[in-house]
C-alpha cells in the first residue's frame, strides 16, 4: 500500500508512546479485542457509532476509576483502529474482494 510506512507510524505512535494506559489495553481497544467493562463497550460504540458517544458513556468510565487522559487515549486508539479498519475494507473492495 502507498501509505503503509505512515500507517505504521502510526500506530506506533499510538501504541508505543507514554501514555495513563498500557500498550496492551490500547492495543486492544484498538483491535477491538478483550477489554474489561465498561471500556469494551465504550471502545464498540466508538469505533461503530462514534456520534451517539454521550457524556453519560464517559462518565462511566471516570466512575470506573479512568482518568481524562486514559479516556483520551483509549479513545485515539480506537478510532485510529476502526480508521484502519474502513481503510482495508474499502481498499478491497476496489480490489474486487468479497466483504467479510
Same mark, same amino acid.
Given at each position: 500500500?502507498? *501509505?503503509? +510506512?505512515f500507517?505504521?507510524? &502510526?500506530?506506533?505512535?499510538?501504541? +508505543?508512546?507514554?501514555?495513563? #494506559?498500557?500498550?496492551?489495553?490500547?492495543?486492544?481497544?484498538?483491535?477491538?479485542?478483550? &477489554?474489561?467493562?465498561?471500556?469494551?463497550? *465504550?471502545?464498540?460504540?466508538?469505533?461503530?457509532?462514534a456520534?451517539?458517544? #454521550?457524556?453519560?458513556?464517559? #462518565?462511566?468510565?471516570?466512575?470506573?476509576?479512568?482518568?481524562?487522559?486514559?479516556?483520551?487515549?483509549?479513545?485515539?486508539?480506537? #478510532?485510529?483502529?476502526?480508521?484502519? *479498519?474502513?481503510?482495508?475494507?474499502?481498499?478491497?473492495?476496489?480490489?474486487g474482494?468479497?466483504?467479510?
Amino acid at each position: 500500500m502507498r *501509505y503503509e +510506512n505512515f500507517q505504521q507510524s &502510526l500506530v506506533a505512535a499510538v501504541l +508505543n508512546a507514554p501514555g495513563d #494506559t498500557s500498550p496492551a489495553l490500547r492495543s486492544a481497544a484498538m483491535q477491538r479485542g478483550a &477489554l474489561p467493562a465498561p471500556v469494551a463497550s *465504550y471502545v464498540d460504540k466508538v469505533a461503530r457509532h462514534a456520534y451517539t458517544v #454521550t457524556d453519560a458513556d464517559v #462518565t462511566a468510565l471516570q466512575q470506573a476509576g479512568h482518568s481524562d487522559d486514559s479516556i483520551f487515549e483509549i479513545t485515539v486508539a480506537a #478510532t485510529v483502529g476502526a480508521a484502519l *479498519y474502513r481503510l482495508e475494507r474499502g481498499m478491497a473492495a476496489l480490489r474486487g474482494e468479497e466483504p467479510d
